[in-house]
C-alpha cells in the first residue's frame, strides 16, 4: 500500500533494531520517507542501514547510538537528528524493556529504568520534536503500549505501570497537539514475536502476534490525512495459550 502523505517525510525511529522497530524501519523506507535510525548498537544500526539503502537507494538514513535511559544521550540523538535533518515529521517510540518481577523483588532501580526508558525517552523526544511539527502544521507521533497499558498481570507490576503511563501520556498530547494537526496515537500489541516476547515463559510464543503485521498497521494508520484519526488501538492475538 503506497501512502502519498509519508513520501519524503524525515521520520526518527527508536529501537529501530529491535522487533517491531525493524520492521516498521523496512516498510516505511518502502514508502520513500528518509529514516533516522536509534539503538544501543552501532554495529546492527549500520547493518540495518545498509539493508534499507539496497532496497531503498533513493532515500537519506542516518543512524546515532544511544541508551535512553541516559540524558545526555538523549540530547545527543536530538541534536544529530535535528542537524542532518533540520525536522522530524514522524516520531516512533519502539525502544522499550520488558521486565518480570514479584513486587517484593523489585527493586527502585528496575523501577527507574523502566520508567526511564519507557516513558521519559518518549516524553522528552516528543517535546522536543513537536515543536517543529506544530510550527509546520503536520506530524505524527506513535507510542507503543502494551495490552498491559489496559490490564495488569502477576509480577508485572513495574511493566504495567509504564505502559498505563505510556497511553496517559498519548491521551494527554493527542488532546493538546491535534488542534495544530499533530497526531498522537497509541499503539497496543498484545505479546509479539520478538526476543523481548520470548522473556514471557508461560504463554505460548506461537500465538504470539507477528511484528511485520503491528507494522503493517502502523503504517495504515499513520497515512491517514483528513478528517478520521486514531488515537488509540488495541492489537489483540486470535489465540491466547
Keep these: 500500500m503506497e501512502t502519498s502523505c509519508l513520501k519524503n517525510k524525515n521520520c526518527l525511529i527508536t529501537g529501530a533494531t529491535g522487533g517491531i522497530g525493524k ?108 515543536k517543529d511539527m506544530v510550527s509546520k502544521k503536520w506530524g505524527r507521533i506513535v507510542l507503543i503500549g502494551s495490552s498491559s497499558s489496559y490490564s495488569g498481570f502477576e509480577n508485572g507490576s513495574v511493566y504495567c505501570a509504564s505502559k498505563h503511563s505510556i497511553l496517559g501520556l498519548s491521551r494527554a498530547l493527542n488532546i493538546e497537539l491535534k488542534k495544530k494537526n499533530v497526531r498522537v496515537m497509541c499503539i497496543s500489541p498484545s505479546s509479539t514475536k520478538t526476543n523481548m516476547g520470548k522473556i514471557s515463559v508461560d504463554q505460548d510464543f506461537n500465538t504470539f502476534l507477528n511484528p511485520k503485521e503491528v507494522a503493517e498497521y502502523i503504517i495504515f494508520i499513520l497515512s491517514f490525512d483528513n478528517e478520521m484519526s486514531i488515537d488509540e488501538s488495541r492489537l489483540n492475538r486470535m489465540i491466547m495459550k
Design 23 to 130: 520492521e516498521v524501519s523496512i516498510q516505511l523506507a518502502d514508502q520513500s520517507c528518509n529514516l533516522f535510525l536509534t539503538g544501543r548498537n552501532k554495529k546492527k544500526l549500520e547493518s540495518l542501514k545498509k539493508l534499507l539503502i539496497k532496497n531503498n537507494p533513493d532515500i537519506n538514513i542516518e543512524y546515532k547510538e544511544g541508551d535512553l535511559t541516559r540524558l545526555s544521550d538523549i540530547k545527543n540523538i536530538v541534536t544529530n537528528a535535528k542537524h542532518h535533518f533540520g525536522n522530524i515529521d514522524i516520531l516512533i517510540n519502539c525502544a522499550g524493556i520488558f521486565m518480570i518481577k514479584s513486587i517484593g523483588k523489585s527493586t527502585v532501580e528496575d523501577f527507574d529504568k523502566s520508567i526511564n526508558l519507557n516513558v521519559r525517552a518518549p516524553f522528552i523526544l516528543s517535546r522536543e520534536f513537536s
